[in-house]
């Protein structure tokens, strides 16, 4: 009967044991698995804090950030509106827009920069009127002529001088509008300043260097006519493309 006893102590023991071996073991598991979930976590949180880099870094690479937005402030555009789209409308057009284009040469020269060529023109907008009426009657017209200087949205444009194409990006700029008769004909748009209107021989970047623009804002606009393409392009027709985004987006 005490062999019996002993033999259900021995027996329990070993339940215990092998009880607690089991335990143990578990515990070893849970440990694995929270090292493996807490190493999975870490791991994913250094692929996030990369990938966040890599993000942060396009950003900077292909975003506007180095003041191509003042493109839009530092810039003046000229846009005549014909009274209709016949023939004879849109020829005085032209005799209009060649006409004001030497008064406003005159009238903006020796400005230091846009903003002071704007102040010219904004006190002049009477003159500017009286000066294109007077023009339409030398021509046998007695349309009405409206001035307006105000800010306005003009569509992605591309000048092109002798080395490099110029995209001025779509966005609102100030703008100088002459306004003959109806103004409901098609109209016809340049760079009033810097100024790019007046002759097609100039080259643009040493003309927008002059006056005061960026070689970043130089770069986002120029394409070159040799070697337009690449990755050079590429990242500045991004960057001209957000560009116009936020244009649209702020306005």
Known sequence: MNMNIDRDRDMGKRVERNEANEANDNKNVNKNEAGETKATMI?????????CVLIISAVIAFFPVNGEEKIFSDMIRLHVLANSDSREDQ??????????LNDIAELTQDSADSREAAEKIQRGLGDIEMSVREFLRRQGYNFEVDAVFS????????????NADYIFPAGEYNSLRI???????????CVLFPPLCFSSAMRI??????????DEQISLMRR???????????????RLWFLEFLSELLN
């Open 205 to 214: 970047d040493e003309t927008l260097a002059v006056m005061g623009y960026t």
């Open 179 to 189: 306004k003959i008769g109806a103004a409901s004909g098609e109209n016809w748009w």
């Open 151 to 162: 800010r306005e949205r003009y569509p992605r444009r591309i000048y092109t001088d002798a």
């Open 43 to 51: 791991a994913n949180l250094i692929a996030v804090f990369c990938m």
């Open 91 to 100: 020829d005085l057009k032209l005799k209009v827009r060649d006409y004001i």
């Open 224 to 238: 070159e006519h040799e070697n337009g393409g690449g990755i050079t392009s590429a990242r500045y027709d991004v």
